[in-house]
């Protein structure tokens, strides 16, 4: 069954250090790849997004995420956490075949910044 | 832009009660997504426009739950009657669509919605 996993639901990071944020999908070929950040009481913000060409992604706020096609992986990176990145991210997924821009979210991340 | 718009954001209501809630998509944008998001079942696509058309209402949970689109600039969700459990924070997308190429939604602040 097609699916995107977040094998973290909880991730506490001190001001500062680096981080990354897994995501996994399950689909039969590469779809489009997303992460969203949603911060509390807030709707989802866009970070970046891979539909083709180079696999490293720049997007807002300092954030990257890397495609690996081989490990059907899409991690969100940022070398240097802001206590402001405290927030819940969302890996999520839309099929190429469908060409509908449905999109199907993971469980998402919660980030703690510690100071 | 003012980006996408959702009226009221916070919504309380007693069981039983009719609850909508409103969007104003983005100008430009011909697709229109209706999310709903719990922390038991997390964000789900509950129903999707395109040009003002429902094209995929499979999330819907049930015959209380209806939508509308009934210009490029306005879509409601309608819950009839309304259940405790349907208390959640519901968000309104919408997005384009570039050389047969799907672009990235963008999401309304959402409606939180406590049904007692």
């Known amino acids: 069954a097609q699916s995107v996993t977040q094998p973290d639901i909880h991730i506490t990071v001190s001001e500062g250090a680096s981080l990354e944020l897994r995501c996994n999908y399950s689909?039969?070929?590469?779809?489009?790849l997303f992460w969203y950040v949603q911060s509390p009481g807030q709707g989802l913000q866009l970070l970046l997004k891979?539909?083709?060409?180079?696999?490293l992604v720049q997007g807002i706020k300092g954030f990257e995420a890397e495609f690996k096609r081989s490990q059907s992986s899409f991690n969100l990176r940022k070398p240097s956490v802001h206590w402001s990145d405290a927030a819940e991210y969302f890996c999520?997924?839309?099929?190429?075949?469908?060409?509908?821009?449905?999109?199907?979210f993971g469980q998402g991340t919660t980030l703690q910044v510690k100071p | 832009d003012a980006g996408v718009i959702q009226s009221p954001r916070h919504e309380v209501t007693e069981m039983g009660q009719e609850v909508t809630l409103r969007c104003k998509p983005i100008?430009?944008?011909?697709?229109l997504f209706w999310y709903r998001q719990t922390m038991m079942r997390g964000l789900e696509l509950l129903i999707y426009?395109?040009?003002?058309?429902?094209?995929?209402d499979s999330g819907m949970p049930e015959d209380r739950f209806s939508a509308k689109m009934p210009n490029a600039s306005f879509s409601t969700l309608k819950i009839q009657p309304s259940e405790p459990r349907d208390s959640a924070v519901y968000f309104c997308?919408?997005?384009?669509?570039?050389?047969?190429?799907?672009?990235?939604?963008?999401f309304g602040p959402g409606t939180r919605l406590l049904v007692l």
């Open positions: 997308a919408s997005s384009s669509r570039l050389a047969g190429v799907q672009e990235t939604q963008y």
């Open positions: 689909y039969g070929a590469t779809p489009y």
């Open positions: 426009f395109n040009n003002n058309v429902p094209i995929d």
């Open positions: 999520a997924v839309a099929p190429r075949s469908s060409n509908t821009g449905k999109l199907i």
């Open positions: 891979y539909f083709s060409g180079d696999t």
């Open positions: 100008s430009g944008h011909d697709y």
